[in-house]
């Protein structure tokens, strides 16, 4: 199947910094998600991309969808504490049918925000 | 609100029990889903439904059950064939519609010992 390869797998940063995060893959995908999971909750929607080269901002986030449709990245601008979190990357790969069945997720990145 | 609702939020059961975990939404969507996340794996589909009384086994659903009876209702048993079962279980839910975006409850943990 298609694999997500996200990065940083964590990152600890001060209160005020800028955040950056990617998600790559070898195959052309069609949609990119973006998720925040809080500890012990589900994951939240934060930014949904689905077309190449947009670029989508939610507050101090910012997502874009790559150019190639093989990546996506997430800014995050002056961090504060309840940014903790880890971030989840999803996306429907270009064969994958557009349901949830073909929807595939990254490992996460865990954000920890030292004050 | 509109929203997930997963009960309970935590589950213990000793090994060799059948165990069903609850979810229901009031989203009025269409397709619901099981995934099951382990620490450093990211989430991983279980079952998944599009319609009433049908249903389709994800990338791991070993020693999972599901039914689909109501398009509100769609509850997860983990039987005593799940060599693992001990997980966060996260129930999920979209409109039928290509491409589109999960929405999550706010999962429930189960300790199996």
């Known amino acids: 199947g298609q694999q997500l390869n996200q990065s940083p797998q964590s990152m600890f940063i001060q209160e005020g910094e800028d955040v950056s995060m990617n998600c790559t893959s070898s195959s052309i995908f069609n949609t990119w998600l973006w998720y925040k999971q809080d500890p012990g909750e589900g994951p939240v929607l934060l930014i949904a991309?689905?077309?190449?080269?947009e670029l989508t901002s939610n507050g101090r986030l910012t997502a874009q969808f790559g150019i190639t449709r093989k990546d996506s990245f997430l800014n995050i601008s002056a961090s504060i504490p309840s940014d903790v979190g880890i971030y989840f990357c999803a996306g429907h790969g270009k064969y994958s049918g557009g349901g949830a069945d073909g929807l595939t997720f990254g490992k996460g990145t865990h954000l920890i925000i030292q004050p | 609100d509109g929203g997930i609702t997963q009960s309970p939020k935590y589950l213990f059961r000793k090994e060799g029990q059948n165990v069903t975990l609850s979810c229901e939404q009031n989203?009025?969507?269409?397709?619901m889903y099981w995934y099951r996340q382990d620490p450093g794996q990211g989430l991983r589909l279980i079952y998944y439904s599009q319609i009433v009384n049908d249903f389709q086994k994800g990338d791991i659903a070993e020693g999972y059950s599901v039914s689909r009876e109501k398009k509100e209702s769609f509850p997860l048993t983990v039987t005593s064939a799940q060599k693992n079962p001990t997980a966060f279980y996260l129930c999920?839910?979209?409109?039928?519609?290509?491409?589109?975006?999960?929405?999550f409850g706010n999962g429930t943990r189960l300790t199996v010992t």
């Open positions: 989203l009025n969507h269409d397709a």
């Open positions: 991309l689905y077309k190449a080269g």
């Open positions: 999920a839910s979209s409109i039928q519609s290509y491409n589109s975006p999960l929405h």
